[in-house]
């Protein structure tokens, strides 16, 4: 099935009590946890510096697919630690880390259930952890003083059966020819692009009308993720 339109989001936010940031996420089938929290304690290459940072942790639990993934154990795989870095990138390219004063935030991203997407949703929803584990510390903090300048969000596209689809689940990204993720701003602007022809290329046009719908899905999380902030939404 060809599809231009997101797959059903839930948000749930302070899904634990121990986290101050706590995001229960979920695309179609795909679900992930997303807990943020907050330290004084700065890598030690900006202590002192006056700056804030930005880190996140992924992993997909046991059986968050059919074939039990075990644990990782001391040992991070390829794949995780990619993963990883670009959900830390993605966030840290909307804050104003001078701003954010020596603080570390560490978003930690558990997949519950794959069924593709899950470092779109690890995004998407790890903002949304981020903004909560934020808030009490800029609580009436004027928009423009706030460390977030603008909200980030994830989603991936791509061409299956010869056509572009949005936010493929497993079925659709294992059939694609060509499939990228595509993380964006609120306002617009791109923070990264991956794109790979599986055993195929694609063209100018393949690549426009991707990044069409990916500007739609990405202009309806931000919606998302405003309604689910509400009064907490940090930006103008």
């Not at 779109?120 to 934020?134: H, V, W």
Request: charged share 25%; with cysteine; net charge neutral.
């Amino acid at each position: 099935m060809q599809r231009t339109a997101l797959r059903p989001v839930k948000i749930k936010r302070r899904f634990t009590r121990s986290s101050p940031g706590s995001v229960l996420y979920q695309c179609g089938e795909t679900i992930v946890l997303c807990t943020a929290s907050l330290s004084d304690t700065v890598p030690p290459w900006l202590a002192g510096s006056g700056k804030g940072w930005i880190t996140a942790e992924y992993n997909m639990l046991p059986h968050s697919t059919q074939t039990r993934k075990p644990r990782d154990r001391g040992k991070v795989d390829g794949r995780t630690t990619e993963i990883q870095r670009l959900i830390g990138r993605s966030l840290r390219a909307v804050v104003d880390l001078e701003r954010l004063g020596e603080r570390m935030v560490t978003v930690d991203c558990d997949v519950l259930q794959a069924d593709g997407g899950t470092r779109t949703a690890s995004i998407t929803g790890g903002f949304l952890a981020l903004c909560d584990a934020l808030y009490p510390e800029f609580r009436g903090i004027a928009p423009e003083d706030h460390p977030l300048r603008d909200s980030v969000a994830a989603i991936s596209v791509g061409i299956v059966g010869g056509k572009p689809v949005l936010d493929l689940d497993y079925e659709q990204d294992f059939a694609a020819a060509v499939d990228m993720n595509v993380v964006m701003t609120g306002t617009g602007r791109f923070v990264e692009i991956q794109g790979t022809g599986e055993e195929a290329t694609f063209d100018d046009d393949d690549l426009d009308a991707m990044l069409k719908l990916a500007r739609r899905g990405i202009r309806q999380l931000t919606e998302l993720q405003r309604n689910a902030l509400g009064k907490q939404w940090p930006l103008r």
